[in-house]
């Protein structure tokens, strides 16, 4: 089978899930009430491994790109300072308020809605990035596909274009990857822009290895205040 044909495979899947599927579910503790158009943190195993790996300080500024249910802020505030999370998606904005309220973490996690960085200021600097991108190739018909599907790498290099001016001196970016989605490729592109890796997950599953990598300006500094 094709990449692109196990790709088209994988998406048609993952929408019938979320068309079909329990829109309440429980993760490593916390419960979560998604819509159809909302990234299911139940069905989908990147959600729960990304959750399992978040280690913060009680002294760190957390920004969770792309939250979705919500779930990875969530996480990060058991044990964070501040967390701010942010979609594009409105309804994903929506679905996290309620869920951080629901989970008792209004007091420590504010959802932002817009385009990556777009509803932040200069004054925002963070400790900890956490980005789990989208990685299929295609081009997406729907807002939830946006979650899925990244063309091109555009967003990739948009968000790794950004996100120094958005870290501490000694902040760096949390993210996971996927082997079907040529993840050597895509820590090239981060490399051309300058940025270095390590490699903190390595998961096999049936179906592809998923990585969780700690990204850091190649100077080995965020950006200062």
Not at 69 to 87: K, L, M, P, W, Y
Not at 133 to 161: H, N, Q, R, S
């Amino acid at each position: 089978m094709s990449a692109k044909l196990r790709q088209s495979l994988i998406i048609w899947l993952i929408n019938k899930i979320q068309k079909f599927g329990p829109h309440r579910v429980k993760v490593l503790g916390n419960t979560y009430e998604i819509s159809e158009n909302v990234f299911n943190p139940g069905r989908y195993y990147t959600s729960k491994l990304m959750a399992g790996h978040i280690n913060v300080k009680p002294s760190d500024k957390i920004l969770d790109m792309g939250t979705g249910s919500g779930i990875q802020a969530i996480t990060a505030a058991r044990s964070a300072q501040e967390v701010i999370a942010v979609d594009i998606n409105p309804e994903a904005v929506r679905c996290a308020e309620k869920n951080i309220r629901a989970n008792g973490f209004e007091g420590r996690v504010s959802v932002m809605e817009g385009d990556l960085f777009s509803p932040l200021g200069p004054e925002h600097k963070f400790d900890v990035i956490l980005f789990t991108p989208p990685y299929f190739e295609g081009t997406p018909e729907t807002v939830f596909e946006c979650a899925l599907i990244d063309p091109d790498k555009l967003l990739i290099k948009k968000f790794f274009g950004a996100a120094k001016e958005y870290l501490t001196p000694h902040g760096y970016v949390q993210m996971l990857y996927s082997s079907i989605a040529d993840a050597e490729g895509v820590l090239q592109i981060i490399h051309d822009l300058g940025w270095e890796h390590s490699l903190l997950v390595r998961k096999r599953t049936l179906t592809e290895t998923f990585f969780i990598y700690k990204l850091r300006p190649a100077n080995g500094k965020g950006h200062s205040a």
